[in-house]
């Protein structure tokens, strides 16, 4: 097949990667290529890959912050050039299928009436106009997928029958046990109050055991405030680093421990880290029971006693247990072959879609609109 992967423009795709949503598509273009399918990979300039069509010249956090510009007219409007950008081409590229994994609603109405085939995969708990647009979409060449089972009772019941559970998966070759492991436990992620932190650190310091930090600093008055001045030479911040290290300090490593204060959709660096054999230590919040099932423990969310406990008992869990779990519900294989389902269902919906007359005047409609009003 023919693929467009559309990309979220908050950062480039590239390393070191900002969080698990420019990890996932980097994954999933990779993982598409190696079963043989011709893969586009539509992102901000800036991103990596030998097949890139940028729709804009910066990734939008570098010119409108989140912080900042969250929700403005400013920040849209430069959403919605990039988008409409991508569609063009999208349209005149002879693409079998379009991926969407963006979080500009408007694609998924261009996808939905024009009845071109598209997967749109959503990384992120369900926001008000995100689960308007699912619930209107009416094309069967549209089809929505979550990234875990924790994630369908957030949407309204009356779009559950298009949305699809396939989780997220990781590159089993890259992410490999190593011949020793040292003494640390690890956390990777952005450096933000809803990624828990400041829970990790409190409870590497009650267990007395060494942590070692990885991510970038998103929020700066939160670190500053909150882990910084907490930093020992047992608890140490490593900085925002490319997977190659990351993958050798994952694999190390006793443990990690992931601490989300919110309800974190998947959690790919647990599937990292099991991946690599090393056992996690997770708050039960989101999909973690799911991710993490028998290869770690899960505590309460917040309970930071809970987690130095577990941490002392981390070596009664099996590494190879670990390691097996991954390749068999974790890999990027099972995540591909998921995928492909879900292209199969929107391609075959392409046949009893309407007719192409009419899908070329809804095309002309949906993004020449966007087109005035941005004009």
């Not at 908050?10 to 399918?37: T, Y």
């Not at 190593?178 to 003494?183: F, L």
């Not at 989101?286 to 002392?312: F, H, L, N, Y």
């Amino acid at each position: 097949m023919r693929i467009a992967v559309l990309a979220h423009i908050r950062n480039p795709i590239s390393e070191p990667f900002k969080g698990g949503m420019e990890a996932h598509c980097r994954s999933l273009c990779d993982g598409l290529r190696r079963k043989g399918h011709d893969v586009v990979l539509f992102a901000s300039s800036g991103s990596e890959d030998p097949h890139l069509f940028p729709i804009c010249d910066f990734p939008y956090d570098d010119v409108l912050p989140w912080d900042e510009f969250r929700g403005t007219p400013e920040l849209y409007d430069y959403q919605a050039k990039a988008f409409a950008n991508a569609w063009r081409e999208i349209e005149a590229g002879d693409f079998d299928v379009v991926h969407n994994n963006s979080l500009f609603v408007e694609v998924i109405e261009w996808a939905d009436r024009t009845g071109f085939p598209c997967v749109t995969s959503q990384h992120v708990p369900p926001f008000r106009l995100m689960s308007e647009q699912v619930c209107a979409a009416r094309s069967p060449t549209s089809l929505f997928t979550v990234t875990s089972q924790s994630q369908r009772p957030l949407w309204p019941a009356d779009c559950l029958d298009k949305i699809r559970v396939v989780a997220n998966g990781v590159d089993c070759a890259f992410w490999k046990p190593a011949s020793e492991v040292g003494n640390h436990f690890v956390w990777a992620g952005r450096i933000t109050p809803n990624k828990g932190l400041a829970e990790a650190v409190a409870a590497a310091g009650e267990a007395n055991a060494q942590l070692r930090i990885f991510g970038p600093i998103e929020d700066k008055t939160y670190y500053n405030t909150m882990i910084a001045p907490n930093l020992t030479d047992a608890i140490a911040y490593c900085g925002h680093r490319d997977r190659d290290l990351l993958a050798r300090e994952f694999a190390r490593a006793k443990g990690m421990l992931l601490t989300p204060m919110w309800d974190e959709p998947f959690g790919l660096v647990a599937a990292e880290a099991l991946a690599c054999g090393t056992p996690v230590i997770a708050f039960d919040r989101g999909a973690m029971r799911e991710v993490v099932a028998s290869c770690g423990t899960v505590v309460p969310r917040g309970d930071v006693g809970a987690m130095a406990r577990a941490m002392a008992s981390i070596e009664t869990i099996s590494r190879q247990e670990c390691r097996r779990h991954a390749e068999r519900h974790l890999s990027i294989d099972a995540m591909i072959e998921g995928y492909e389902d879900c292209y199969a269902s929107v391609f075959s919906g392409k046949r009893v879609d309407r007719s192409a007359e009419a899908k070329a005047s809804a095309s002309r409609s949906s993004v020449s609109s966007t087109a005035e009003l941005l004009a």
